[in-house]
């Protein structure tokens, strides 16, 4: 793998948050199901665990959080492509790190409103493979 792989992975994902994080709440499934395969796979923290296909990962998460947290947007600061050495560089991993920001509104995992600025930290890492990601492993601390 070269460069601009790494590159057009990156990129891939990049389309993806840009898409998602500007779609409004009835369209987050879709727009998941446009930027990943058929067979998408998510990994959450706990209580989210994991789910299959974009209609239980926005049910699951995102649709709650948004609910909770209004106007959210994700401040990265850490964002960079690699192949996974552990299956010999046979797939190709985004990872983003940062906060997801947002006006803690409503209530959320039994945790009262504050309706104030909250930050969540997170780390989420994308299986890409021909310009669409496979899998993700999402981890949210408050």
Same mark, same amino acid.
């Given at each position: ?15 993806? *948050?840009? @898409? ?8 987050? @499934?879709? +727009?998941?199901? $446009? *930027?990943? !395969? ?21 049910? !699951? ?16 600061? =850490? ?6 050495? +552990?299956?010999?560089? $046979?797939?190709?991993? =985004? =990872? ?8 803690? $509104?409503? $209530?959320?995992?039994? +945790? ?31």
């Amino acid at each position: 793998m070269n460069t601009n792989d790494l590159q057009q992975a990156k990129k891939t994902v990049r389309e993806f *948050h840009a @898409a998602f994080d500007a779609a409004p709440a009835s369209d987050l @499934a879709q +727009i998941l199901a $446009d *930027h990943t !395969a058929p067979d998408y796979f998510w990994r959450g923290m706990h209580p989210f665990h994991e789910q299959q296909g974009a209609e239980a990962v926005v049910s !699951a998460f995102w649709a709650p959080l948004r609910r909770s947290f209004t106007s959210l947007q994700r401040r990265e600061d =850490v964002f960079l492509a690699g192949r996974n050495f +552990i299956d010999e560089g $046979d797939t190709t991993w =985004v =990872v983003g790190m940062g906060n997801m920001m947002g006006l803690f $509104d409503n $209530d959320w995992l039994g +945790i009262p409103a504050t309706r104030k600025m909250a930050f969540l930290r997170y780390a989420e890492f994308h299986r890409v493979e021909n310009c669409k990601v496979l899998s993700q492993l999402f981890s949210a601390m408050h």
